[in-house]
């Protein structure tokens, strides 16, 4: 299309308003299940808006909108909780950027590719290594990976926040590492397809503690460091990776 003087203007007005658009970083999700929910289960609820997206695990997340600030974010989610969805969270959308890169679920369909295999993050609550209801559909997904395809492999790496001491956070990424391999046996993968590497509090997603002068407590970070990650392999690396410990 050519512009002409009347077009200018009116595209200069566009760019000056797009400008000044706040970015709205944070997310609110309501909910993720392994299966589509219809718009009469959130209505039913309370909740007459919101968005959808599904990735390659045949994972649905729901959305209540986009914010500019966290403070907003929260305020949100506390109501969404209250509403009966008790795993509302803010999605902060630069983290998740960090957590997944270009293949962030977030972002666009699809989960998180490494050299052609797909890779995951499963997370964990303060101190504990019970599988959760939202983990559950993607260790589902490699399941379903492992007992279609014979050859692949299963390399689980398990990582803890920084709280407490270095050998307690090795032993509590090993129980997480440890009952996300249980599960995939009790549902009838071998053991031995499977090898589990640990890192305790080494290699942090986020920082523990902020990098200012008073090394300020970073609660809202550490969340992302309890975390297992699940990648298919073809074979295990005879070495294992930088700071990892092998577990049986």
């Known amino acids: 299309m050519k512009l002409n003087s009347l077009h200018i203007p009116l595209l200069l007005a566009l760019l000056l308003l797009g400008a000044r658009l706040p970015a709205q970083n944070f997310r609110v999700q309501i909910a993720a299940y392994n299966e589509q929910k219809p718009a009469e289960f959130f209505k039913e609820r309370g909740i007459d808006t919101y968005t959808e997206s599904s990735d ?4 649905f997340r729901y959305f209540a909108g986009a914010y500019e600030t966290l403070d907003e974010a929260e305020r949100v989610c506390k109501q969404i909780a209250a509403k009966g969805f008790p795993h509302a969270h803010v999605v902060d959308l630069e983290v998740q950027r960090v957590l997944c890169g270009a293949g962030c679920p977030y972002f666009r369909n699809g989960i998180v590719f490494n050299s052609n295999s797909p890779v995951n993050v499963i997370f964990f609550d303060f101190g504990r290594f019970s599988i959760s209801e939202e983990a559950k559909p993607i260790l589902d997904f490699y399941f379903e990976q492992l007992r279609d395809n014979p050859r692949l492999k299963l390399l689980i ?7 407490g001491s270095a050998e307690a956070n090795l032993e509590l990424s090993t129980e997480r590492a440890r009952a996300a391999r ?3 046996v009790s549902k009838g993968i071998r053991a031995d397809r499977m090898q589990m590497e640990v890192f305790g509090e080494a290699n942090p997603l986020m920082a523990n503690k902020d990098e200012g002068d008073d090394r300020t407590d970073a609660p809202k970070n550490r969340k992302w460091n309890r975390r297992v990650v699940l990648k298919l392999v073809n074979d295990f690396s005879e070495a294992p990776s930088d700071n990892a410990v092998i577990r049986q």
């Open 182 to 184: 249980n599960y995939l």
């Open 56 to 59: 390659q695990l045949g994972l």
């Open 157 to 163: 790496s398990g990582f803890a926040d920084g709280v």
